[in-house]
Every structure is written in structure tokens, then in C-alpha cells.
Nanobody
Framework: QVSLEESGGGSVQAGGSLRLSCAFT????????MGWFRQAPGKEREGVAA????????YYADSVKGRATISQDNASNTVYLQMNSLKPEDTAMYYC?????????????????WGQGTQVTVSS
């Protein structure tokens, strides 16, 4: 059984940093992407960052490019999202997700495995 569990969220002031972690267990056949999405109240879920597991290529939303880094530790089966220079508009529930489809890195519908989410709140 596949399980993804996020941690590391919290409340920070603008300009601060957080490192989100996603511990995953189980086996996903032909995993393509490991990704982070976020959803703010009243907004659609959006892709923040993803890693193509076969070639380690990374992808970022324009809104976080230069401020976010996605990485993976294969030894511990953990995916990280380092977020720096946080802004109030980064406030959202952040979800870790895994895909084994050939879809887009930032299309939530192409990800079949999701964690419960971790809340990030950035105050000005």
C-alpha cells in the first residue's frame, strides 16, 4: 500500500524559509513524477514543483522559481521542498503527490497518489 506523509509546514513571517518533507512508503510501478502542489482557500490546486524520477529533471511554477528547490533522498524515500523568501501569497495547504502517468508535471489529475497535506502560513 502506498502512503505519502507530509511534514514541515508551519507559520512563518514573510522572508522566512521552510523545508517540507514527504515520506513515502510502498511501491508505485513506473513512477514518473514526484511533486508538490498547493491549494489556498477558494483557489484551485496548483503545481509548485516536481521531479521527473527517471532523469531527475526538476520543474517549478513561475511563482516560486528561484525560491524553491525540490530534492529527493532515495535512501530514506523522502522528497523535500525547500522554500525560501516566503511571501504571504505562498500561504496554502501543501500536498505531496506521486504520478505514474505520462501526463504533465503540474496537472493534479495526472497524479494518482496524494498525502494529507501540511499547512504553510506566511504572515506579512
Amino acid at each position: 500500500q502506498v502512503s505519502l506523509e507530509e511534514s514541515g509546514g508551519g507559520s512563518v513571517q514573510a522572508g522566512g524559509s521552510l523545508r517540507l518533507s514527504c515520506a513515502f512508503t510502498g511501491y508505485i510501478s513506473r513512477t514518473t513524477y514526484m511533486g508538490w502542489f498547493r491549494q489556498a482557500p477558494g483557489k484551485e490546486r496548483e503545481g509548485v514543483a516536481a521531479m521527473y524520477t527517471r532523469g531527475k529533471r526538476t520543474y517549478y511554477a513561475d511563482s516560486v522559481k528561484g525560491r524553491a528547490t525540490i530534492s529527493q533522498d532515495n535512501a530514506s524515500n523522502t522528497v523535500y521542498l525547500q522554500m525560501n523568501s516566503l511571501k504571504p501569497e505562498d500561504t496554502a495547504m501543501y500536498y505531496c503527490a506521486a504520478s505514474n502517468s505520462a501526463g504533465s508535471w503540474n496537472s493534479a489529475g495526472d497524479f494518482g497518489y496524494w498525502g494529507q497535506g501540511t499547512q504553510v502560513t506566511v504572515s506579512s
